[in-house]
């Protein structure tokens, strides 16, 4: 069995150190960190070294607070100390509040099928630290899976007018790995925004926010993966102060009896999402391009493509299971010619 992370956003043209506008010296500085289990790396375009280096170090102090606050996986943290708990509620604050109406939103969008509540699956698929160790995985046998379906169900988690959160039998956990990181990297970009800075590429993975574009007006150039061959591309996005949002079932996957098995779940059947391979979203923030995108993920394409194209503020780029693309009305991009 391997259980692997393979996803890497290929970002083209950001090689150069010097650019010169209005007769100022724009430097190139960049920082990666490790943080939510992944490196994150900030791009910032500034004629003040300095400042540039205070804001990064600012915007990582951000993406640390809300890994340490909320993450699930993380240790002491309130989704931590909540699933681990059997005292099964917390007070959250208005910022917690907020997270989870996007997921509540999310989840009511999907028709239920985006759930955060979906720990248990995964775990029975092997997809946990302690199953990387094992030399191997067996299949999950349909009567494991009916029954470990019924520890799933985000109706059963409740959120107070007073922002008391309850989890309540047999449901016993919560998952923010389909949305934290997303939500992190939102307010990455405004606290560099707040610190004045102007040209700003931020990226955790299958995350990216934007501010503004590269030196020039310059877009800033993002290739997309072929799902089948991640070494390759299928297209390249040009973007300016916008964010992207990318799921794929080539990004985490367990190997079982030499079949794929990834991790984007149908709650429902309990088996990996079969018509997908990957989904594109673009927006105005990462919270809202990492939430949709497993969303997405998880619904037919027709009805995603009907929500998109209703919406001004959304685009989609879905690959389906045979290879075809489709997109939103208004999602731009180069095709890359074999």
């Known amino acids: ?120 699956l995964l775990e029975l698929w092997g997809f946990t630290d302690e199953a990387m160790e094992l030399p191997t995985l067996k299949l999950p046998t349909k009567e494991e899976i009916e029954f470990i379906k019924t520890f799933v169900g985000f109706d059963k988690v409740k959120i107070s007018t007073d922002g008391i959160l309850t989890i309540d039998s047999p449901v016993k956990e919560i998952d923010t790995g389909s949305f934290l990181k997303g939500y992190a990297i939102s307010k990455a970009k405004e606290v560099l925004k707040e610190q004045g800075i102007k040209s700003a590429f931020i990226t955790s993975i299958s995350s990216i926010d934007l501010i503004g574009t590269k030196p020039e007006n310059k877009a800033w150039k993002i290739g997309l993966q072929n799902p089948d061959n991640p070494g390759d591309m299928i297209g390249i996005v040009s973007l300016k102060d916008k964010a992207m949002g990318v799921s794929g079932n080539y990004q985490t996957y367990v190997e079982i009896n030499g079949e794929m098995y990834h991790h984007i779940l149908d709650k429902d059947t309990g088996y990996p999402v079969t018509e997908k391979k990957m989904v594109v979203v673009l927006c105005d923030n990462a919270f809202d391009a ?18 998109v194209n209703n919406r001004e503020d959304l685009d989609v780029l879905i690959v389906d299971k045979d290879m075809n693309i489709i997109t939103s009305k208004n999602f731009k991009y180069e095709e890359v010619k074999k």
Not at 7 to 23: A, E, T
Not at 292 to 306: G, N, Y
Request: with cysteine; glycine share 4%.
């Open 1 to 120: 069995m391997r259980t692997k992370n393979k996803f890497v956003v290929f970002i083209l043209s950001l090689f150069s150190l010097f650019f010169f506008s209005c007769g100022k010296e724009l430097e190139k500085i960049e920082e990666s960190k490790f943080l939510f289990g992944t490196y994150i790396k900030i791009i910032v375009y500034s004629d003040n070294k300095e400042k540039a280096i205070e804001s990064i170090e600012k915007a990582f102090n951000e993406i640390q607070r809300i890994d340490e606050k909320y993450n699930s996986k993380f240790e002491g943290s309130l989704i931590y100390n909540l699933n681990n708990s059997d005292n099964k509620t917390l007070k959250l604050d208005e910022e917690g509040i907020r997270l989870f109406e996007g997921v509540k939103k999310s989840y009511e969008l999907s028709e239920h099928k985006y759930d955060i509540t979906i720990s248990p």
């Open 290 to 307: 990492d939430l949709l995108s497993t969303t997405f993920f998880l619904m037919p394409i027709d009805k995603v493509i009907s929500y």
